[in-house]
């Protein structure tokens, strides 16, 4: 039996460099789907491209500046006249006390995890919409989005967001066959939180919280994001699903108290 559910089909990854972005760009091409990757990161997408071959398609671009979002969806206009499916993955923050934050740093954060989303969605559902062929949209939430991060109010606003972003785009672009689904991630071993992992003190603070007892790998996310894209998910949009080995029952751990360790 095939398991090939993107034979064929045109995707869209940001965040493709690395992480969840890079596990789904590579599920995709394994499953048969061209993939059009975007990244600030010009070398990583490099690597990538070397690794995927002909299949991925790597685009220089940052995803919180609308004229360099527009061209690189763009690049799959150009190229395949369509596009099935988007994954939109690319984040990152800035912490700090809300008394001590810099507005710069807010702005950052909020532009890079939310106002991106807004962006790519924008014209991703815009070459959906105008190749009469529907589609799927994947954001990537956080667990954030639902419980508070001490020091990351930015993040968890914008993670936040993002969710209501997505039932607000799945209502608006259901006539165009167009689906809009979050997923919320809890703790994935990815570079974006390489130093709690390597701080043992810390990384045993999360762990102690996820009734599962471990970190996602990037590959155990970018399967429910693929299931969501999928045909296998054709009557679901609108909702948010939760990958987080249980954490959302438990609670965030006050890495505060290793200040005076």
């Known amino acids: 039996m095939s398991t090939a559910r993107f034979g064929g089909k045109v995707a869209v990854v940001t ?17 048969g789907a061209s993939v059009i990757g975007l990244d600030i990161d010009e070398q990583g997408l490099g690597k990538k491209a ?4 002909d299949s991925f398609v790597p685009v220089t671009a940052d995803v919180t500046a609308e004229a360099q979002v527009a061209a690189a969806i763009g690049v799959a206009a150009e190229r395949f006249g369509r596009l099935d499916a988007a994954f939109n993955v690319a984040g990152g923050s800035r912490i700090g006390a809300i008394t001590d934050m810099a507005e710069s740093d807010w702005d950052f954060t909020v532009d890079l995890v939310q106002k991106s989303v807004f962006l790519c969605t ?3 559902a815009r070459l959906m919409r105008d190749s ?37 785009a799945a209502l608006e672009l ?18 974006l939180v390489a130093a709690v ?45 939760v990958v987080d080995g249980g954490w959302e029952i438990s609670n965030f751990p006050n890495l505060a108290k290793l200040a005076g360790s």
């Open 15 to 31: 965040g493709a460099a690395s992480g969840i972005g890079s596990s789904l760009a590579t599920a995709l091409v394994a499953e």
């Open 50 to 53: 070397a690794e995927l071959g």
């Open 122 to 124: 924008k014209h991703e």
């Open 132 to 168: 009469g062929n529907g589609g799927a949209i994947v954001n990537i939430s956080s667990l954030d989005g639902r419980i508070p991060m001490p020091g990351g109010s930015p993040y968890a606003t914008g993670k936040a967001g993002v969710v209501m972003f997505s039932k607000n």
């Open 174 to 191: 259901a006539p165009h066959r167009i689906r809009v689904n979050s997923v919320l991630p809890g703790l994935v071993d990815t570079p």
């Open 197 to 241: 992992m390597a701080y043992e003190p810390a990384k045993q603070m999360f762990l102690e919280r996820i009734p599962l007892g471990v970190a996602a790998t990037p590959e155990q996310i970018a399967e429910p994001c693929l299931f969501l894209a999928s045909d296998g998910a054709s009557y679901i949009t609108g909702t948010e699903l």
